[in-house]
């Protein structure tokens, strides 16, 4: 496995698909911080979640990179030479999932430099606490691991390289305004409730009417975990949202596993 | 040229993405019926208003519908290579090209006619008569949205036809479509933001934003809303929501003037001769392999 791991990461960093996510990538943060100073100078704090911005755009760029890398293995027949080389389907299904996932870190990585090398030369250093900064990108890992997890399952599944990218943009645009509609919802309920509370007397009760599926998504779905990420503070929820990322990445793997080793490759 | 439209016609009629794409359209638009319909219906009756934003709503859906058809219907012609066979019995590239414009456009407005007739036939169905809105008004709105898609056909087809692989041109199309529909919504919001507010209107606007937790007497107080776009921005954004296929469809659900329906029409069909002509001539050059 660690010869196709080695192979891999050869290919991905020759891949112009690999070159040009990371220069989106890197452009984000860059926008960012001068569309912000251009705006409003350097008067604002909010600089401080510029580490984060990457993560709402990661959920489009991984479906994209992943589908288009993988799926190449399929459209050159390189899938048969690996099988008919003796490697097992575990092996290069672990391998492509390990280095989607190390490609999906990078891609952050290139966020995060470049976040700083814009920002810090025009605001200073940034006043969020380090240790809060560590543990937002420790969970924006486990979002990477959730997409990249979807995509090399959706890639491995389906055969056709343009229908494998088909799809997982489209999941990926799925979960996009599913998070984003769940996130809305609950922070204006939220809202609401601290409103209702702060008129409400000892003896009134807030009792409201809650859609119970809102709250569900809010926690599980990746691009709503993005934007409670974007809050720039580590969210109470952080446990479940380790918990439900973790979960989902298992699941996605073992039953992409169970399908590909099903799997007629033509 | 003719002959290329007619079999790509036929080609058409037997595609299952295309069929899965209007599917697709057709049921979202349906989903948002029912759910806003079993809401509405417990407070009060369905307003019109709702009518109209559904109806250009679902025809916003076309924009992703027509991304993915497009790239993956004339990425096969490469990916076969039935683009040099059409090629190699004689026909130019331009007639290719143009007759590739021509079917898609047509798939796109059957896809247009099905969604219309989709919310008409919801609308006769299960809301009252006197909430049914004036044909007479929504036709012509409709209509506008002919050119609208020619724009969106002659987009597609200038990106599925320049790029060779079909599933970068998908990635391409499928993605520039998701993120002008967003962009779309957000200017076309902005834009419709008034120069002055309430103080309760402000905090309806932002709750999360200007909700201070504090009681305040005078939520009467007309204030300036901080989200009133001015300057070089409001150009800006201005001339994209005039440009933007989807921004145009949005206009279109806000009781648009005769005169602003005409502008949308022309741009459109200007901007659709001006992309096929650059289409034809880089397509010309381009190296097939």
Not at chain 1, 226 to 242: M, W
Not at chain 2, 137 to 162: K, Q, S
Not at chain 2, 270 to 277: P, R
Request: charged fraction near 15%; aromatic fraction near 10%.
């Amino acid at each position: 496995m660690i010869n196709l791991i080695n192979a891999n990461f050869a290919k991905l960093f020759k891949s112009a698909v690999f070159k040009v996510s990371i220069a989106i990538m890197a452009f984000i943060p860059a926008f960012t911080v001068l569309a912000n100073y251009a705006a409003r100078g350097n008067k604002t704090t909010n600089i401080n979640g510029i580490f984060n911005t990457g993560h709402m755009f990661i959920g489009f760029v991984i479906p994209v990179l992943v589908t288009l890398f993988l799926g190449q293995d399929y459209s050159d027949n390189t899938i048969r030479n690996k099988l008919a080389a003796g490697h097992t389907r575990l092996s290069i299904y672990l391998s492509d999932l390990i280095v989607s996932f190390c490609g999906g870190v990078i891609l952050q990585l290139a966020c995060i430099i470049s976040g700083c090398v814009f920002a810090l030369p025009l605001y200073g250093k940034f006043s969020e606490p380090l240790d809060e900064i560590i543990k937002i990108q420790l969970l924006g890992l486990c979002l990477i691991a959730v997409y990249t997890a979807l995509t090399t399952f959706i890639t491995m599944i389906i055969t056709n390289k343009t229908y494998a990218v088909v799809v997982s943009i489209m999941t990926a645009m799925t979960l996009f305004m599913a998070g984003m509609g769940a996130y809305q919802y609950v922070t204006e309920r939220k809202m609401l409730e601290a409103k209702i509370t702060a008129k409400a007397t000892d003896t009134q009760t807030t009792e409201m009417n809650e859609n119970k599926l809102a709250y569900i998504i809010y926690e599980t779905v990746p691009s709503s975990q993005a934007c409670i990420l974007s809050e720039g503070s580590v969210p109470k929820n952080s446990i479940k949202i380790v918990g439900y990322d973790m979960l989902s990445t298992t699941t996605f793997t073992l039953l992409g596993i169970l399908l590909y080793r099903k799997k007629d490759i033509k | 040229m003719l002959k290329l439209t007619k079999a790509g016609l036929c080609r058409l009629k037997f595609n299952k993405i295309y069929h899965i794409c209007n599917f697709a359209v057709i049921f979202f638009i349906l989903l948002n019926l029912y759910s806003d319909w079993t809401s509405y219906s417990k407070i009060t009756n369905f307003p019109v208003s709702t009518f109209s934003r559904h109806l250009f709503d679902g025809i916003n859906r076309i924009v992703i519908s027509a991304a993915t058809f497009i790239s993956l219907y004339l990425g096969a012609d490469y990916k076969n290579g039935t683009l040099r066979n059409k090629l190699a019995i004689g026909h130019n590239r331009v007639s290719v090209y143009v007759s590739n414009f021509i079917v898609c456009f047509i798939a796109l407005v059957l896809t247009l006619i099905l969604s219309t007739a989709t919310v008409f036939a919801f609308g006769k169905l299960f809301m009252p008569p006197e909430f049914f809105p004036v044909v007479s008004e929504i036709i012509p709105r409709v209509l506008v949205c002919i050119p609208i898609m020619a724009a969106i056909a002659g987009i597609n087809v200038l990106l599925a036809m320049l790029i060779n692989s079909a599933s970068i041109s998908a990635a391409a199309a499928i993605l520039a479509s998701f993120i002008m529909i967003c962009f779309s919504m957000v200017i076309h919001t902005d834009l419709l933001q008034p120069e002055y507010v309430t103080k309760a209107e402000l905090e309806e606007l932002t709750p999360t934003t200007y909700y201070t937790g504090e009681e305040t007497d005078d939520i009467d107080e007309i204030v300036e809303n901080p989200y009133y776009i001015t300057g070089t921005k409001r150009k800006i954004y201005s001339f994209l929501d005039k440009i933007m296929p989807s921004s145009q469809i949005l206009t279109m659900s806000d009781k648009p003037t005769n005169k602003d329906m005409g502008n949308i029409a022309l741009l459109d069909m200007a901007s659709v001769i001006v992309i096929c002509a650059a289409g034809c001539m880089i397509f010309r050059r381009k190296d097939l392999k």
